[in-house]
C-alpha cells in the first residue's frame, strides 16, 4: 500500500473503534496498490495529517485488503476520500486533490481551531 507518512492504516477489523469510535472528525482515504491518483495524494494527506492533527485524524484503508469496509460504504473508486464524524459519514469526495482544495472542502466538517 501506498503509505502517507504520518497518516495511520486501518484495516477491516480495526475500522470502528479508530474511525467510529473517535471524538475527532476522521478523513478516511480507501486507496489501493494499483492507484496511481492515490500516490498522488499521499504526500497531501501527509500535509493535512501534520497541520491539522488535533482538529482532524487522517487514516487510509487499503480496499484490496479490507473488502468489507469499502462494501460497507458502497465505495467503487480510487481515491475516495470520506469524512466521519460522530461514527457516521458526513462527507464524500473522489479523486485526488491539491492539498487547498481539499482543505477548503474540509472547512465544513473542522472544529473551530
Known amino acids: 500500500m501506498i503509505h502517507a507518512e504520518g497518516v495511520a492504516e486501518v484495516t477491516d477489523t480495526t475500522f470502528d473503534a479508530e474511525v467510529l469510535d473517535g471524538e475527532l472528525p476522521v478523513l478516511v482515504e480507501f ?8 500516490r498522488q495524494l499521499a504526500p497531501v494527506l ?10 482532524l485524524k ?5 480496499v484490496d485488503t479490507n473488502p ?5 460504504y458502497a465505495v467503487l473508486s480510487m481515491p ?12 464524500s469526495m473522489v479523486g485526488a486533490r491539491p492539498k487547498r482544495r ?6 465544513d466538517v473542522l472544529p473551530a481551531a
Open 80 to 91: 475516495t476520500l470520506m469524512v466521519f464524524q460522530g461514527g457516521e459519514p458526513v462527507k
Open 46 to 55: 501527509s500535509a493535512i495529517a501534520a497541520e491539522e492533527a488535533g482538529r
Open 102 to 107: 481539499l482543505l477548503q472542502e474540509l472547512e
Open 68 to 72: 468489507g469496509i469499502a462494501s460497507r
Open 31 to 38: 486507496t489501493a496498490d494499483w492507484c496511481g491518483p492515490c
Open 58 to 62: 487522517v487514516v487510509q484503508i487499503d
